[in-house]
């Protein structure tokens, strides 16, 4: 296990975390943090949303996608939008109760406390609170799909370089586990122009970018980075 340390574009502090030793990846250019991207691998994605509802409805559609492939789901949102995107997937004919759906769902903000100390992502709680969980899920029957937005618990304090740490460690545990991955951000966050480069800084992490038309602000913001 090698440690690596990133700098970090959104803020230029380097961010420690362990990165398994398996030879060379594939990658694409990413952008002026160095971190690279497996191509190999499948993606990993962003989506601005408008507003909650739209956000619901775009991750109930991403789960139902994977339920099509007999993909289990993580979920990890706000407890707020969590409740939305259950009430989207019930109406489409998911019983998110039913152990056979293999859908999980963690509270964002949680997460997210157990991840930090003294206000800061800790690489030793990142590693405790994310990995052993991917890999419990990452080693059962069927493809491994997440959602996740304590990404945009960072984004909302404008807090954009832990954001972009984490979506780092985010890479990094693809590399090593190979799951989907969907990060959804408020399009609102990046509304202001003197927070492009922190778009461009969030879209560079990511291998796919999505929008659809309910998120009018979103589709924009990211076709005009």
């Known amino acids: 296990m090698t440690i690596l340390a990133t700098e970090d574009a959104c803020g230029g502090h380097p961010f420690l975390f362990p990165v398994a030793s398996k030879g060379t990846v594939a990658s694409k250019s990413s952008g002026a ?3 690279s991207i497996n191509s190999s691998i499948p993606p990993h994605i962003v989506q601005l949303f408008d507003a909650p509802r ?3 409805d775009a991750v109930s559609h991403f789960v139902i996608e994977g339920r099509a492939q007999h993909d289990q789901a993580l979920i990890v949102a706000r407890a707020s939008h969590w409740q939305l995107i259950r009430a989207y997937l019930e109406r489409r004919g998911v019983n998110v109760d039913d152990p056979a759906e293999r859908i999980v769902s ?23 609170t994310l990995d052993g969980m991917i890999a419990e899920m990452s080693s059962a029957r069927g493809h491994l799909r997440i959602y996740g937005e304590i990404v945009e618990l960072f984004a909302e304090e404008g807090n954009f370089e832990q954001a972009c740490a984490l979506e780092d460690y985010w890479n990094h545990l693809q590399h090593e586990y ?12 990046f509304a202001d122009p003197r927070n492009s480069q922190h778009l461009r800084d969030v879209c560079s992490r990511h291998s796919a970018i999505r929008s659809q038309s309910a998120d009018s602000l979103g589709t924009w913001l990211t076709a005009a980075r």
């Open 33 to 35: 943090h160095g971190s």
């Open 54 to 56: 739209s956000l619901a």
């Open 178 to 189: 190979g799951f989907t991955l969907l990060c959804g951000y408020s399009s609102a966050h």
């Open 106 to 128: 963690l509270d964002a903000r949680k997460v997210r406390h157990r991840m930090m100390r003294r206000g800061v992502l800790d690489p030793a709680r990142l590693e405790e």
